[in-house]
């Protein structure tokens, strides 16, 4: 993906913090992209959950009240930070489904062929089972998103602004799109409440019956069913085949006395990892003298970092000794000279959120369904959109390594990450 211009809004609700003699100490912090979403998870830790239950409370929650972001129908990449231990990664990538054809352009896909298999419900699963504290279930943590579905939430300007420059693609689409818009047929403005009643149903579905019933069971029939009806590539036996997430060392590096931990490939944290090291090696060498400076080689680092993972991709096998090899290979003193060039430049969306619990667990998540509203395909009996993804593959380039092909990760930018 490339660099685009995007509004990051964050909430952060400290609980318990107190001064006392210049000491500042907290119970835990919460950053979401959603009032609803930081509420739930404050919600959770005061139940006496840990930062990776509340974690999926908001995931579930954020797919309700940023449906323009993030849903039960996209992927996730998550690091966790457990005292004691390195920090370590969860890839929680999509998949291209089996009958995925790597002969089509990428103007061939049609909003059902652009969405890989979806991760997000596999993902926040598993780490409720691997990481969560054990004393809060998993229809607890999915229950509280289906009232908001159900009550709806109130547009905040954000969320307004969104709808009015990107609902376009719901009033376009499918009239089942118009489930996201007021009364059917208005883009909501801020002020407005949105209700997702079919959403609701489905999360009800979820929370009584797990995340198989995505994969396995009654809604993994429904969403093959929906690809099968309009030309979509998803099977049930892509669902049913779809791996538990895996567990995987960081990558990682250091900016001046920092140690910073991010999602390895197929996610994006080499490039985030790059610009950092490219804007260090400037900064070590010209003090920068103003505002403007700064931002020259901010954004200059970030275009050239995106241009380095373009043609020079990590491989998912040893990315660590490939990632270092790389920066030396790229960061010489001419590297920030060459024009800059945006003409690749695209639309698309993500939400991230961040919980630190009282036992100083911490734990960052990206997710996202890639484009603003996804692939604007959805299912009429389920209430979700499908991601975009298969828009992220490289085109016309079979020897790429993120070539499009049956089985592939996406080539993500999502960069969760950890700083020591």
Known sequence: MSIRS??????????????????????????????????????????????????????????????????????????LSIPGQPPLAINGTTLAPAATNPNLSKKELTPYTKSTIPSMVKTMAFLHKQYGSGTISWKELVTPAIKVAEEGFVVGEFRGKVYQEYGSKLLAGDPILRQWLTDGSHLPAMGDTVKQPILANTLRRLAEHGAEDFYTGGISKQIANDMKSHGGWITEEDLRLFPDPQVVSTLKSSYHAHEIYTAPPPAGGSTMLTALALMEGISSKKPLLNKLEEQTVLISALQKAHHIRSVDPLPQLNYQWEFDHQLKRHTGDSILSSPLDFDNAQSGETTHYSVVDNQAMAVAVTASINAYFGSGAASPDLGFLYNSYMTDFIFNQPDHYYALGPGKPAYSSMSPTVVR
């Open 6 to 79: 995007t509004l990051l809004f964050l909430l952060i609700w400290l609980m318990g913090c107190g001064s006392q003699n210049q000491t500042v100490s907290c119970n835990a912090a919460i950053a979401t992209g959603s009032p609803e979403a930081t509420e739930v998870g404050h919600k959770i830790l005061q139940r006496g959950g840990n930062a990776a239950d509340a974690v999926v409370a908001i995931s579930f929650m954020l797919g309700v009240t940023e449906p323009a972001m993030s849903g039960i129908g996209g992927g996730c990449q998550i690091v």
